[in-house]
């Protein structure tokens, strides 16, 4: 935890409140607010089927760019090959990155819902809120898992922010963040319920709908499966490619 | 130019002009072999295409395919400007290459603003995408209902957008963090120039906001070019804009210049 911890405050780009404030928190702002406003203009959804959706999408901007920064940067900063060679526990090194990430995704999602509801008059089930924070926790920590999936590719590939700037816009697409999924074709619905925030959203939505109960925890459960799958691919990926990078030098070419 | 051995130099206008159409294409070249703007001008708009699309498909609601197309399109011209422009003058100054550019004998703000007309340019590639992808993948009907004047709204938004981001890149030069600044803006300019949300669905207090940012007018000339109406005054609209930030800009570059020469920290990050 707390190599984790100093990787964080060393690794995380937007750490100082001058990058926290616009990119975690305004910018979220604004999606939320830009695609409310769409769903009105299109009248395909409430404004809390938005509010939702996005908030809690959104803590995947510190699972998905957070993880990458924390594993990739390593290597970008040479600071990798040092890392590897030490006998520390891989699993250790691996997990506690991920802590820092999950809680700044679980504060934006709680900013995102906080603000929704003094702006746009956004007004969960009382009832629900325990269950409803639960959701957003687990959907945090699936988006973290798949970040750690995102940031193992950096350590073979170059430009990995690439990768993970598809990801982050494919996901608004995919998950039913924006679109309803029953509108998706098939093969798209299919794909969505093997990635991050798809059912976390939809417990969410039916949560702050007030009609929780099974399905609802059926889905945040689902969730979870999903985002321990992405994290122990994202490990076996990792130490896939510190093998294959001890070999072949990989770490120290930019 | 020369004659009978003397060389005579080329008219001012004119070598600023060659100063100006080398560094746009330049730049254009370079700028079209990045994959964060490939990334930035060609998937992101396609996504956000898709979203609105699919959008308008299952909601109440019904606009036509065209108008999403092309809101997506300025969409993209408005991230490639804002991650492109908005450190322009810091990312010279971090590549060592500020100083020579100072010095060169020409005006810095022509080599600015090539640089700025030709990342707006590339974003011209997030238009012809959402067009192409309404009429492949949505099955939109593509015809222009003034070609000519839809060539002509997509030149003037383009170099009014590139206008905008000379004006960002030397304000954004006095902010350390300038690419925070450039996360934060993409979506509100989105959402209060009605690229994807009619302006009538907007709060009225941002009514003046759109008024003085260009793809608003850009974005208008081209729905009335492609699907019918009068895109003259609000490409005029587009001109006029492109004029004030042409003047902002030379004013700022100006200012920026004096203060870094004065400081002498035209070399520091």
Not at chain 1, 39 to 60: D, K, L, Y
Not at chain 1, 137 to 151: D, E
């Amino acid at each position: 935890m707390i190599g984790g911890l100093i990787s964080y405050r060393a690794l995380f780009y937007w750490i100082s409140p001058w990058q926290y404030v616009p990119t975690m928190l305004a910018a979220p702002l604004f999606q939320i607010l830009f695609f409310v406003y769409l769903g009105r203009s299109t009248g395909v959804g409430s404004t809390s089927f938005f509010v939702v959706g996005n908030s809690i999408q959104i803590c995947s901007m510190a699972g998905i760019y957070g993880m990458t920064m924390a594993i990739s940067n390593e290597r970008q900063f040479q600071t990798l090959s040092p890392i590897l060679a030490t006998p520390s526990n891989r699993l250790a090194i691996f997990l506690g990155r991920g802590l820092p990430v999950l809680i700044t995704g679980f504060q934006t999602t709680c900013f995102g819902f906080l603000v929704s509801a003094l702006i746009l008059g956004f007004r969960p089930a009382p009832a629900s809120l325990p269950l409803l924070l639960v959701a957003v926790v687990v959907t945090a920590a699936s988006c973290t898992g798949f970040g750690m999936a995102l940031g193992s590719v950096g350590l073979r590939v170059r430009d990995v922010f690439l990768i993970s700037n598809i990801a982050y816009f494919a996901v608004l697409l995919v998950c039913g963040v924006e679109v309803p999924l029953s509108q998706l074709p098939g093969s798209v619905r299919v794909l969505a319920q093997f990635l991050p925030l798809t059912h976390g959203i939809a417990a969410g939505r039916l949560l702050a709908a007030g009609r929780g109960g099974a399905t609802a925890i059926a889905d945040i459960l689902w969730e979870l499966a999903v985002g321990v799958a992405w994290a122990a691919f994202a490990y076996l990926l990792f130490r896939y490619f510190e093998r294959s990078g001890r070999r072949t030098g990989a770490f120290d070419r930019l | 130019m020369s004659a009978a051995g003397v060389t005579v130099p080329a008219p001012q206008p004119l070598r600023w002009l060659r100063v100006l159409v080398v560094g746009w294409f330049y730049q254009l070249k370079m700028q079209a072999q990045s994959g964060f703007m490939i990334m930035t001008a060609l998937v992101q708009p396609l996504i956000f295409a898709t979203i609105a699309m699919a959008d308008q498909q299952a909601g109440s609601r019904s606009l036509p395919i065209l108008f999403y197309a092309l809101g997506a399109g300025i969409m993209g011209i408005w991230s490639t400007v804002v991650f492109g422009c908005g450190g322009v003058i810091s990312w010279q100054r971090h590549q060592g290459m500020l100083e020579p550019l100072v010095m060169a004998p020409v005006p810095f703000v022509l080599v600015l603003m090539g640089i700025t007309l030709g990342t707006a340019t590339v974003g011209l590639y997030s238009m012809g995408a959402t067009l192409l992808w309404a009429a492949v993948v949505f099955r939109a009907h593509v015809q222009l209902a003034d070609p000519l004047a839809f060539t002509l709204a997509a030149v003037v938004t383009v170099v009014s957008l590139g206008l905008l981001g000379l004006v960002m890149g030397s304000s954004f030069v006095l902010y350390r963090n300038s690419n925070s600044i450039s996360n934060m803006l993409e979506y509100p300019v989105w959402l209060v120039t009605g690229l994807l949300v009619p302006l009538s669905l907007l709060p009225g207090w941002t009514h003046p906001l759109a008024y003085v940012l260009a793809p608003t007018w850009g974005v208008l000339a081209l729905r009335a070019a492609a699907l019918g109406g009068q895109p003259l005054p609000d490409i005029g609209w587009c001109l006029l804009a492109s004029l004030a930030y042409l003047a902002l800009g030379v004013w700022l570059v100006g200012r920026v210049e004096v203060r870094a020469r004065r400081t002498a920290t035209l070399t520091f990050q």
